[in-house]
């Protein structure tokens, strides 16, 4: 009985196609994946630097038809321009194109598509990156106790198991094995031991409640807080009944407001990992008290509720890059930026446009020396 398919073939582009993604053979159910070919995203490309090209890489596979490597493509539109681009296979069934460079202020996306050689195809869900300088003022993979994070009492917590630690999750049923950063292992979950059974640990009896410490936002023009979450509650005895709650306070905690509400159902109530976002003045002021609380509960009848939160950070995307002249966006100014420079003025190239002015002379010319003087 396979339970963890959160309802979209989009999270699973790489199961071999006639993998059985849920079963009940008690009530003889079974839902199949069965394509001619089966392509996906290797990593969504969700944020780029202007003037940056990156490389996007996908998966492609036979399904019930034999995969024809030559239509795995890479489709852009960019300001509603549209082109494409065969994508080169660098291994076995893992292909990469590039993305073209980017300008601030283009609305752009992409997706791969493939074909059979009886010419059936598949394609990825479009993805749009964002374009911009990115300043991050604060970034939490929770491989180490962040500060003030605690897990909250005075009402905020009356679950009898199940309560918020930060561990490494161990695989059951309704919560994951591994947490969401690449290179780690911790995350904060509802009790990330196994036990014997999917309810060994879950939350029961109750809420549970996890509140941040104080974070700043008010360096940030406009900033932003992103997030992973994970969350189930599709099995037990209640599924679909229980919701997993996020709210923001400006205010060191003293009020809240609603973030989002996952649940009661939908496909991200079936566990895995769903990234959320949200502009912090859309809903409170940007203080340096900003606090967040994750809500887990099981409410009335038991049912099996898990829950996890990794890879928080507070951030925000402008156009206004705080160190322009980095031209080989290698973090350091030095003569190598100066004669890219030097390369995009002769070329004519929109990069080399300093001023703005939507022309290239020597006002530009004088525009990069400045910024280059005043360094990062």
Known sequence: DNASFNGSWSNYPYLPSGTILISDIERGLFIVKLDEVSVGLLDEIDFVEPGVV???????????????????????????????????????????????????????????????????????????????????????????????????????????????????????????????????????????????????????????????????????NAPRVGYWRWYSNDQGNAPGADVFRIDVSDDDGASWTSVEVVGPTGPETSGGWYYHEF?????????????????????????IVEAAVDDLRIFEISCDDPCAADLTHDGDLNTNDFFAFLALYDAGDDLADFTGEGDINTNDFFAFLAAYQTGC
């Open 54 to 220: 990156r490389e996007v890489q996908a998966m492609a596979a036979d399904g019930i038809g034999s995969l024809d490597p030559s239509t795995v493509t890479l489709h852009y539109t960019i300001n509603q321009a549209s082109d494409s681009v065969q994508m080169t296979e660098q291994s076995l069934g893992v292909f990469a194109a590039n993305l073209p460079a980017l300008a601030c202020g283009d609305d752009a996306e992409y997706w791969v598509s493939a074909a059979s050689v009886n010419g059936d195809s598949a394609r990825t869900e479009s993805v749009g990156p964002r374009v911009g300088a990115l300043a991050v003022a604060l970034d939490l993979p929770f491989e180490s106790a962040p500060a003030g994070w605690f897990i909250a009492n005075d009402g905020g917590q009356t679950a009898s198991t199940g309560t918020w630690g930060r561990m490494d999750p161990q695989a059951t049923g309704a919560q994951p094995e591994d947490d969401h950063t690449v290179s780690g292992t911790q995350c904060y979950v509802t009790d990330g031991r196994a036990g014997s059974g999917v309810g060994s640990y879950d939350v029961d009896g109750g809420r549970t409640t996890l509140v941040s410490g104080a974070l700043d936002a008010s360096a940030l």
């Open 279 to 303: 502009a912090v003045t859309d809903l409170v002021a940007a203080t340096d008290t900003l606090r967040l609380r994750f809500i887990a509960e099981d409410a009335g009848d038991g049912s």
